[in-house]
């Protein structure tokens, strides 16, 4: 981890005054905001209410970075959201925000909330626990906190925050950046540091420790460190987190661009074998596809849940397809797929994983023994094409040709036999593959007496 170390002390910012740069201060633009957080911050400004933009988006756009995401954050109470925004929904059974809705994204708006507070979780709307105001949810209700403990003011709301380089607004009335916890200047220092007391935040969600890392990683940026000796006390608590959040974060760490390297601060860390003690933790194989992973992302091309997790079962599988494979090239299929389940299971358990998710690994990873040759029969390329679980089974066979673990011709030879099936051709020459296949011997009926 001495590489995510800073070397210079920041000082506490729970008691610093707020900070503000006006337009000409900063380099936030309105014209890198979306169109869509552009439209519910002015609907907002003209209704007489605050309204910010908030978290991530503007850290990234004040590095001149892309957000993904654009988030705000309100004195408008969730039923006066909803009634300005007719394509909106009040979700969250914790914490109730608005989801906008508009025809290719979502923002999403929440009150500014007191602090200090317990961390919001991926279950709480990110997991389809969404809601209506008006429906009421088909489990126990959780208990109701008043109002006026839950909602508060915008400096409450930005110390309640993880990083001080998250809590920076971006008021659309005056166009100014407000810093109430010191995250311009540990922006500038290019310095992650926690609000308040590491230990603490850590100990309230230790989550918090994994996203340090991964911020420092994916910005370029050290861990100051406080923030670093803390994770190292607190490094046992990852282990109580909710595993649907762990397996969020790790989605998130595979969809970045960086997974190698966040991989690897978590493992330093003692991290990840703590949030992830059944995903195969052989490092060089897990390092080699991860950064094929990182190779395809930042080529631009998505790549499914199922896949992205699959891929740390790739080596360990394709190791036991050899195997399970006699001298004659044929394979145990049912002995085969009894394994696989059994190194998957243990992992689907602990991540929470969806049936639907399991079914794509696991047919995924078998379809592979189908397509460790060039095809030479159409109807096979037809048949496997047509399953639902052919394009995870097509991302893994090209992280496999990409590692060496099946040859480059046979990725070529089903690259080309799918290119034929896209314009209607032939897959195959069929003519060819008789010619090459030998005939079999017809055998002599016997005599009879």
Not at 41 to 63: E, F, M
Not at 183 to 205: H, K
Not at 235 to 255: K, N, P, V
């Amino acid at each position: 981890m001495n590489e995510t170390i800073a070397t210079i002390a920041t000082p506490t910012a729970e008691d610093l005054a707020p900070r503000v740069l006006t337009r000409p201060q900063h380099r936030l633009s309105r014209g890198d905001v979306s169109a869509h957080a552009l439209k519910v911050l002015y609907r907002l400004h003209r209704s007489g209410y605050l309204a910010y933009l908030v978290g991530g988006s503007v850290r990234d756009l004040l590095l001149g970075r892309r957000p993904k995401d654009f988030d705000i954050a309100t004195n408008a109470r969730p039923q006066e959201i909803r009634r300005l925004f007719r394509n909106s929904r009040i979700i969250g059974r914790r914490f109730r925000l608005a989801h906008v809705f508009f025809r290719d994204a979502i923002v999403e708006v929440a009150t500014f909330r007191a602090s200090p507070e317990a961390p919001e979780s991926p279950n709480d709307w990110h997991e389809g626990e969404e809601e209506t105001a008006e429906e009421e949810t088909a489990t126990e209700p959780l208990p109701a906190r008043p109002e006026e403990d839950v909602y508060g003011t915008p400096a409450e709301d930005a110390r309640r925050r993880d990083f001080t380089v998250n809590a920076l607004f971006y008021n659309i009335a005056d166009y100014t950046v407000i810093d109430h916890v010191g995250g311009i200047a540990d922006l500038e220092r290019g310095v992650i540091r926690t609000i308040g007391d590491p230990d603490q935040r850590f100990i309230e969600d230790p989550v918090r420790m994994m996203r340090a890392l991964e911020y420092a990683v994916r910005l370029g940026f050290s861990v100051d460190p406080p923030t670093v000796e803390a994770i190292e006390r607190q490094q046992a608590l990852i282990a109580e987190a909710s595993s649907s959040r762990l397996t969020y974060e790790l989605l998130e760490c595979l969809r970045s661009g960086s997974a190698a390297r966040i991989h690897e601060a978590w493992r330093r860390a003692g991290l990840f074998s703590r949030a992830f003690p059944d995903l195969p933790l052989d490092t060089d194989d897990s390092v080699q596809v991860l950064e094929v992973i990182d190779a395809q992302i930042a080529a631009g091309s998505p790549l499914a849940d199922a896949s992205l997790l699959g891929g740390f079962f790739l080596p360990r599988f394709l190791a036991l397809a050899v195997e399970e494979t006699d001298g004659n090239g044929r394979v145990n299929n049912a002995q085969l797929l009894a394994r696989l389940r059994a190194i998957i299971a243990p992992a689907a358990t602990s991540m929470h994983l969806s049936n639907q998710a399991l079914h794509l690994m696991h047919q995924g990873l078998f379809t592979l023994t189908k397509m460790v040759r060039p095809p030479d029969r159409g109807r096979q390329v037809v048949r496997i094409s047509r399953q639902d679980y052919f394009p995870v089974a097509w991302e893994l066979h090209g992280f496999a040709a990409r590692l060496g673990l099946i040859p480059a011709a046979t990725r070529q030879g089903w690259e080309r036999a799918l290119q034929r099936l896209g314009k209607g051709e032939q897959p195959v020459d069929e003519e060819r593959s008789e010619r090459r296949r030998p005939r079999r011997r017809r055998r002599r009926r016997r005599p009879t007496a």
